[in-house]
């Protein structure tokens, strides 16, 4: 008599599971791709009993913001001040290309998360412990994160890939003239001849911020 295995049993729903699905969703769809019915056939469940652990979809869309904050690298204020903040963009972009709907998201909603709290608690503290006013701290972080999201969205968006560069430089250098666009001109040739890649520098224009913001060091 051979023994039969019992089945076996679902994994228990929660509150963790729920936001584990969903963010497998909206990474791969983005937040269109989430809806409380949708969630639900991916948990293989009735769209009712998400509501044991979850208010709604805004409630998993703030659940979800706090936890792609919360991989970002929190700012130390035992580095120097540029060092820690460089290496807390850094760690943004790389975080927000991993998860290519949470730009907007950041943007447009109020965070009130506790990663969210934590990482703007620890940025503004990097600053005023370096010599910036709060006045003049608030600022400075926001300055940074625009560069970050506006970077972020400009790459997740841009339509070339960096391979494509030269190729379509060259095909598009006979719409730019030299005798009327001369600088332009100039330029896409280096990039055709592979002198110049033509590619974005996250590090360059926050390089520019940072250097910028010491003049206001001190004036607090």
């Known amino acids: 008599m051979t023994e039969t295995s019992s089945p076996t049993p679902p994994t228990p729903l929660s509150r963790e599971r729920i936001l584990a699905v969903a963010m497998a969703l909206v990474d791969q769809g983005g937040l ?120 972020t969205l400009q790459e997740l968006n841009f339509p070339l890939e960096a391979a494509e560069y030269s190729a379509v430089a060259e095909s598009f250098v006979a719409h730019i003239p030299a005798d009327q666009y001369p600088y332009m001109n100039q330029l896409t040739h280096k990039v055709i001849n592979c002198s110049y890649s033509g590619l974005h520098d996250f590090k360059f224009g926050l390089d520019l911020i940072l250097h910028g913001l010491d003049q206001f060091r001190d004036q607090g």
């Open 32 to 151: 269109e791709a989430l809806s409380m019915r949708k969630l639900a056939q991916a948990l293989g469940v009735k769209a009712m009993s998400l509501y044991n652990h979850v208010t709604n979809k805004d409630d998993i869309i703030d659940a979800l913001v706090d936890t792609v904050v919360s991989e970002i690298e929190l700012p130390s204020l035992h580095r120097d001040w540029k060092t820690a903040m460089q290496r807390r963009a850094t760690s943004a972009h790389t975080v927000l290309l991993r998860h290519p709907w949470a730009a907007i998201a950041l943007m447009s909603r109020v965070n009130v998360g506790s990663a969210m709290l934590c990482y703007v608690d620890a940025t503004l503290g990097c600053l005023v412990e370096a010599g910036f006013s709060y006045e003049i701290a608030d600022h400075a972080w926001n300055a940074i994160d625009s560069h970050i999201y506006g970077f």
